[in-house]
């Protein structure tokens, strides 16, 4: 593990390749260092597949940024930020200009993204701790290896699954007991979501609390502590990182999540609208122009990479913080 | 005093107050925290009743016992009497082997016959495989069995109209034949990519590189890919694989743009299969002169297959779920066709089902369940493969 700690900066390519190039000859793990021609080729084809994954990342980058400069040529940053009606592919009344025109204001869709899963969060994050807390201060071993992986099959059910859930379930019965309720809203869409998202962070915060040493809860059950406040004031505060980083990644994959929020939350982008009401995602509005027929390079067709960007742009940025906080926070127990 | 007062004074006799309070707070925590779990629990449950009540009707039909299916039914009878007899007579000590095992051909012969060929192989098989597998297994054979008996339980009961047909205007004409088909087409090209890649990626990572800051980059960036939204992933594939390689809305498009998306969870899990890998493996070969080739090749890789192979068919199934990239790059929702080369256009099931779901009439809304069934059941019996495959491959250091 020390090794990881030092990390020297890379230089020019071709020290880059000089360095690989010695490791390459100078085997890490015990071995002879005598390779074969078949274990030189063998070894380019595994670093080429390793190297791939890094060029994914360029491309995702490379490919958003090339066509987000372009679309911001047009659109210039001030629009996008600094307007709140999204309405790119229909010309709409401009109050301020006394026009009609197609308006790109991000902060319509950032909204309904935003709205979603801060639903999608209220509902997971007390369900999915306090099954965390079940599942690792109180289950027995035998309850625990069945309830485990069954609620983890609810994050391998396909999005669209919970589309339909969201959709043609939880609408009629949200309907029912707020009649104000549109057909497509964000509150089912976003319960939906939180559904989801439970077991993500119930087995990320579970593997935190089972990372705790036994001897924090048994030195809190010798001083008279009860299982809850164990649970709740040594074993939770201990492994607290953890949770953190479970929550944002969660949030992070909701703020992601494209097909629920496509059937079941509509396509109205509509900055401050109520949970109750239809409004669009930045990934609900990826899908529609996807299904239009929009032509590629126009500025229609550009809107889509803008969108992207921001949304690449956000979630990355938070699983770098959900790593930072692992990383950062952790208590060290040895 | 009644029984309750008596228990209550009896219970303030032995608890103070302040000790009763948190006791009962306690309770109450404990109920929240079963509650939570009995809430996600029922989730799943609802969500799989109301589809099954939605799109059983559709997806199932009660099967006409035509010949075939009666000697498939006489079939599955006669082996069942079969194994059972082999199997008390093993446990007495007269072993049956060698590869013509008499269930097995009992079964070929009477199946063979039919229409349902493909079955018959696989009851052939399964039988002699059940038979032939040391006891040591346990139960293993018998989950196997079980989950042949059920497949072929669920497909006689399918409605083989709705299987077989295109997609139609029609609800009651509709089928899900080309996304089956387009799914099954566009996995196997996934597979065949992300597989090799991804587990040479993780090998490289495991056995070759050093803890220098490239093998610490790739790792970082590896964390990070899996986390970026499958919607962003497809918009790569738009411009890399449909635009820039011009491959156009085709099957070989969408595969490689989901081998992208799985590759980060295929190389996570061979990674931990291979760190699982005592170092003693690899260093008695060392020791032993091999390369570093053949100490993987031989030493290492073999121990570690079956854990790459359990979570190449988890990430397929995360894979055969996902709508968003595959909607992005434009699989097609209306196709009367089926693919046969990889530059065909094509669509998969997700997408057929959203294609439903996204109309107004009920009627379509149905046939979406029908079809969601349809997808569970697939990646029920994925999932169930990986489980059994990682109980049958574990090997304990």
């Known amino acids: 593990m020390a090794a990881r700690q030092t990390t020297p900066q890379p230089a020019s390519l071709r020290e880059v390749c000089a360095a690989l190039w010695r490791d390459h000859l100078n085997p890490s793990r015990g071995g002879t260092g005598r390779e074969t021609p078949l274990g030189h080729a063998v070894h380019l084809l595994l670093f080429l597949s390793a190297a791939l994954s890094a060029l994914v990342t360029v491309g995702i980058v490379f490919v958003l940024i090339f066509e987000t400069i372009e679309f911001f040529g047009v659109i210039g940053l001030g629009t996008f930020f600094g307007d709140t009606v999204w309405s790119p592919l229909i010309a709409v009344f401009n109050e301020t200009t006394g026009e009609l025109e197609s308006r790109f204001g991000i902060w319509a869709l950032v909204w309904g993204t935003v709205l979603v899963a801060a639903i999608a969060v209220v509902v997971a994050v007390p369900v999915g701790l306090l099954a965390a807390i079940f599942l690792s201060e109180y289950a027995p071993p035998r309850l625990h290896a069945v309830l485990k992986p069954v609620l983890e099959v609810l994050a391998g059910v396909p999005t669209v699954v919970y589309g339909y859930f969201a959709l043609l379930f939880v609408t009629p019965i949200v309907q029912d007991l707020l009649p104000a309720t549109t057909i497509f809203n964000a509150l089912s869409a976003g319960i939906v979501m939180g559904v989801m998202i439970i077991p993500m962070i119930s087995s990320l915060s579970e593997d935190a609390f089972s990372a705790v040493p036994q001897s924090l809860r048994e030195g809190a059950y010798a001083m008279g502590a009860t299982r809850m406040e164990t649970a709740l004031r040594v074993i939770l505060p201990a492994a607290l990182s953890g949770v953190i980083a479970s929550i944002i990644l969660a949030t992070s994959r909701a703020i992601g999540e494209t097909m629920i929020v496509t059937v079941a939350a509509g396509q109205n982008p509509n900055f401050l609208a109520s949970p109750l009401e239809a409004i669009q995602t930045m990934t609900a509005f990826i899908v529609q122009v996807s299904l239009g027929d929009t032509p590629a390079g126009s500025i229609e067709a550009r809107t889509l990479f803008a969108v992207a960007m921001t949304l690449f742009v956000m979630t990355l940025a938070m699983n770098l913080i959900a790593t930072y906080v692992r990383g950062r926070f952790r208590e060290q127990y040895e | 005093m009644s029984g309750p007062e008596l228990a209550l004074a009896r219970d303030e006799a032995v608890w103070h107050p302040r000790l009763r309070a948190r006791k009962i707070t306690g309770a109450v925590f404990v109920g929240l925290c079963v509650c939570s779990v009995v809430l996600g629990v029922a989730m799943l449950a609802a969500l799989v009743i109301d589809v099954s009540l939605d799109g059983a009707a559709r997806l199932f039909s009660a099967p006409e016992f035509s010949l075939s299916a009666r000697y498939s039914g006489y079939a599955l009878a006669v082996i069942i009497v079969l194994v059972v007899l082999f199997r008390v007579l093993e446990r007495r000590g007269i072993r049956i082997d060698g590869a013509l095992h008499p269930a097995g051909l009992g079964a070929l012969t009477t199946v063979g016959l039919s229409r349902h060929l493909p ?206 990239p595959i909607l992005v790059i434009g699989g097609l929702t209306f196709i009367a066709f089926l693919p046969t080369s990889p530059t065909d256009s094509f669509t998969i099931l997700p997408i057929q089902i959203f294609n439903w779901v996204s109309r107004p009439q009920e009627d379509f809304q149905l046939i979406a369940a029908a079809g969601i069934i349809l997808l569970l059941l697939v990646l029920l019996l994925m999932n169930s493969a990986a489980i059994i495959l990682r109980q049958r491959t574990r090997v304990r250091w």
């Open chain 2, 119 to 324: 079955f018959a192989l696989a009851w052939w098989m399964a039988t002699t495989i059940a038979l032939r597998i040391p006891r040591a297994l346990g139960r293993l054979p018998w989950i196997v069995l079980a989950m042949l008996l059920l497949t072929w339980a669920v497909y006689l009961f399918l409605d083989q109209a709705f299987l077989t047909s295109f997609a139609s205007r029609i609800p009651g004409r509709a089928g899900i034949y080309a996304p089956l088909i387009g799914t099954l087409y566009m996995m196997v090209i996934t597979a065949a990519v992300a597989f090799p890649l991804g587990v040479g990626a993780a090998i490289y990572l495991e056995e070759y590189a050093r803890q220098n800051w490239f093998a610490k980059m790739i790792q970082i960036n590896i964390a990070n890919l899996a986390g970026v939204p499958s919607i962003v992933y497809g918009l790569l594939g738009l411009q890399l694989f449909v635009r820039a390689m011009e491959l156009d809305r085709s099957v070989l498009a969408g595969a490689l743009t989901m081998a992208l998306l799985v590759m980060p969870i295929i190389i996570v899990s061979s990674q931990e299969a291979l760190r699982a890998v005592p170092p003693s493996m690899r260093e008695g070969a060392y020791a032993l002169g091999a390369t570093r080739w053949q100490v993987v090749w031989s030493s290492v890789l073999p121990f570690a297959f079956g854990g790459t192979l359990t979570g190449t068919i988890l990430a397929l199934s995360r894979a055969i779920g996902e709508t968003a």
